[in-house]
Structures are given as C-alpha cells and as structure tokens.
T-cell receptor, first 115, second 114 residues
Framework: AQSVAQPEDQVNVAEGNPLTVKCTYS??????LFWYVQYPNRGLQFLLK??????LVKGSYGFEAEFNKSQTSFHLKKPSALVSDSALYFC?????????????FGSGTRLLVRP | NAGVTQTPKFQVLKTGQSMTLQCAQD?????MSWYRQDPGMGLRLIHY???????DQGEVPNGYNVSRSTTEDFPLRLLSAAPSQTSVYFC?????????????FGPGTRLTVL
C-alpha cells in the first residue's frame, strides 16, 4: 500500500536552532514529493516540492528538504528556526502514474518553536 | 487574484440534512479536487475533476456528490449528512494534467454534523 509516514507528532526546537521534520514514503515508481504548512484555522500553504534532479530542494521561508531515494525519505529542514515557524507540517507524495493526481498525505507534525 | 476560495467557513448540520460546500478558483486551473482532513489522518481525496464536465471518485467518495459545470467552480454536495462526515473540508486546484504541478488549497470549511 502506498503511504507517507511522519513519525513525530510534535517537534520542539528553540528559536535560532536548526530544525528537522521527518518524512518517509512508500510508493511504487518515482514519486513527486511535497511539503505543505498549515497555520491555525488556515488552509495548506505550499512550501516546496521535489520532482527530479538535485536532491536538495529549496523552498519558501528559508525551508529546504533533502530527498534520499535509498532511504525513501524527504526530510524538511531549516538552518535557524523562528517562533513564527510554529505550525502543522504535512508531507505528501503523488505517485508517478496515478491518474487521479491525488496527494497521499502524512498525518502531520506539529512544530513548536520556543523563544 | 483570490486563488482558491471556499464558503462557508463554518457549518453545523443535523443528521440527515443536505448542503453544498462551495469552491471557486480564479487561476483558470483545469484540475480541482476535494479533500477531507480528520485528526491524525492527514488529508484524504474525496472527488476530483480534470476539467469542466469531467469528475471522478477519490479514496472516500461515499455520501458526497460533485459536478463541474464551469472551469471556475467545483461544489461538493452532502446528500444526507452523517456524524462521520464531521471534518474539515479543503478544495484544491492545479494548473493541468502535469503530475508535478503544485496543488493550491483553499482556506477550508469546518463542518459539524450533530
């Protein structure tokens, strides 16, 4: 079965420290990978995506993600966290040959950045 | 450019009532979709449309209907609401048939069925 796992329900980090939000996936074929962020009572905002090419993808608000094919992972990173980064983060994968173009989402990771 | 808009923001229904959740986009996107978000489960695809006049079922279509008469609008109808349909509903759109295209989400509708 195709799936996305976000193993941490919550990640706590101090402002100014680096952060990592983990994501692993299980799909057949070559996936397209996405990260979205959701602020309270808001919709999902697109952060970045991996399609092909360089394994390190840079996105909005200073976030980046590293694609690792052998470990089937797509971890989200930021060198220096801000309090305003506190939100719910979703990893998603689109199976390459899925004609519905559906995104398979992980269960989400809540990031809490303390001052 | 408003992006993807949804109405209403909040709705409370009684079991058995019907209603329509509205979704519109002004980006001339061909593809539109509806997801529901439940605690601890991420988002799951309900229905999708690859263009006006074309709709298809996603992972969890039971109890929902859709239609796509225009490129801009993609309403989701609950035929007879059930407590299991209590959820947050998100509409999304993307440019076309490219698998790598980014999907853009609306602000969501929080629905409670009593």
């Amino acid at each position: 079965a195709q799936s996305v796992a976000q193993p941490e329900d919550q990640v706590n980090v101090a402002e100014g420290n680096p952060l990592t939000v983990k994501c692993t996936y299980s799909v057949s074929g070559n996936p397209y990978l996405f990260w979205y962020v959701q602020y309270p009572n808001r919709g999902l905002q697109f952060l970045l995506k991996y399609i092909t090419g360089d394994n390190l993808v840079k996105g909005s608000y200073g976030f980046e993600a590293e694609f690792n094919k052998s470990q089937t992972s797509f971890h989200l990173k930021k060198p220096s966290a801000l309090v305003s980064d506190s939100a719910l983060y979703f990893c998603a994968v689109r199976p390459w040959m899925d004609s519905s173009y559906k995104l398979i989402f992980g269960s989400g990771t809540r990031l809490l950045v303390r001052p | 450019n408003a992006g993807v808009t949804q109405t209403p923001k909040f709705q409370v229904l009684k079991t058995g009532q019907s209603m329509t959740l509205q979704c519109a986009q002004d980006m001339n996107h061909e593809y539109m979709s509806w997801y529901r978000q439940d605690p601890g489960m991420g988002l799951r695809l309900i229905h999708y449309s690859v263009g006006a006049g074309i709709t298809d079922q996603g992972e969890v279509p039971n109890g929902y209907n859709v239609s796509r008469s225009t490129t801009e609008d993609f309403p989701l109808r609950l035929l007879s609401a059930a407590p299991s349909q209590t959820s947050v509903y998100f509409c999304a759109s993307k440019r076309g048939s490219g698998g790598a295209d980014t999907q853009y989400f609306g602000p969501g509708t929080r629905l409670t069925v009593l």
